[in-house]
């Protein structure tokens, strides 16, 4: 019998960037690496239509076959693997293990009974942060725990870090290219500071998998772009850190409230990189205040403007910011965040 089954969105065949199958990646390469590839049956949730009708049968066989089953659902899966793993999973009673992706399960599950029903019958569920297990606790939630999202990454050599910040202060965003991450705000932002201190002060880079439909959109945002913004594409998730390494500060703008810990920030502080964002329901459980990066109001472009300012006239402050990102990068290696994990599994 294999130990584990897991059931997620790995997009066999194509080249996916989306937190959802990056993630999924992410665990099963850890399994893997912990308790052999020999112990890990993979179910892949992408495809089509004949793909879910099959999929009843591949979760009976996971439970046939498997002590442990983990499920790491989007939105729409959720809605349907949870309420059918419950049910067969009343003739087998094998672990099951919710690994929860990004912030907005609760506001899900709010008007769903029986899904909600189904979800407190599991043995675990994995959330990413402190916010959402106290909202999931309020809800008569007792079997979640904080497992932080993580990457395997190599983390930047302290010596190898330049901390001596001039201008033009070299900005990046790093993430998926779509209007509710507040990429006009940065845009507008570095403009206008470019135009208040009427110089090349800042400049900004933009990296990223733009989003199915957001394409016409983002088309006319670059049509204003001055010759100090620039988008540059995308990059690898393993490739991120080189990518992110020159620069001096991350932008992090997003309009999602209930955003978990981004996968973005964990690359950014592997790579010395501090942290500026908008400040979402989730802010303290990844980003220090002062000191692995600085927050802003959410939402506020005005907000953020009064952090340009700060970081343009004290440049100085983003350099000792950069030591302390490289400490912070630890908590988000895999074999740390999943530690309660694997003690589950047995």
């Known amino acids: 019998m294999k130990q584990v089954a897991l059931i997620g969105h790995f997009g066999v065949g194509l080249d996916l960037l989306n937190g959802q199958t990056i993630k999924t990646k992410i665990v099963a390469n850890e399994l893997e690496r912990v308790l052999g590839p020999e112990q890990i049956f993979k179910i892949d949730t992408h495809g ?19 002590k442990n089953v983990i499920i ?85 050599e302290l010596e190898m870090l330049n901390t001596n910040i001039q201008k033009p202060i070299r900005f990046c965003i790093f993430s998926r290219v779509m209007k509710q991450k507040g990429i006009e705000h940065a845009v507008s932002s570095i403009k206008k500071m470019n135009e208040i201190y009427g110089e090349e002060s800042c400049c900004l880079d933009i990296y990223g998998q733009i989003e199915k439909n957001e394409e016409e959109w983002f088309e006319s945002l670059q049509q204003i ?21 020159g620069y001096s500060a991350l932008l992090f703008p997003t309009l999602f409230f209930t955003e978990g810990i981004p996968g973005t920030i964990i690359d950014a502080y592997a790579a010395g990189v501090p942290v500026i964002s908008s400040q979402w329901a989730s802010f303290s459980d990844i980003i220090d205040e ?19 300012k700060k970081i343009i006239s004290s440049p100085e402050i983003l350099g000792t910011m950069k030591q ?19 003690v589950n599994l047995k």
């Open 290 to 308: 002062g000191v692995t990066g600085l927050g802003y109001d959410f939402g506020s472009e005005e907000s953020l403007c009064k952090v340009l």
């Open 72 to 156: 790491l659902p989007a939105q729409n899966g959720l809605r349907i693997i949870a309420p059918m793993l419950y049910v067969m999973n009343l003739f087998f009673l094998k672990k099951i293990h919710y690994v929860v992706i990004g912030g907005w399960m609760p506001s899900l599950i709010e008007k769903r009974k029986f899904l909600t029903f189904c979800l407190r019958q599991f043995n675990h569920i994995y959330v990413e942060t402190t916010v959402m297990k106290k909202t999931l606790e309020n809800l008569s939630f007792s079997n979640v725990c904080v497992m932080v999202n993580c990457k395997p990454l190599s983390i930047v």
């Open 324 to 342: 302390n990102c490289i400490a912070k990068a630890n908590q988000f290696l895999p074999q740390n965040a999943m530690s309660d994990l694997f």
């Open 225 to 245: 772009f001055p010759k100090n913004i620039a988008y540059k594409g995308v990059v690898a998730f393993d490739k991120s850190v080189d990518a992110l390494k």
């Open 48 to 66: 089509s239509l004949f793909s879910f009708l099959k999929l009843p049968f591949l979760i009976l066989t996971a439970l046939c076959l498997c």
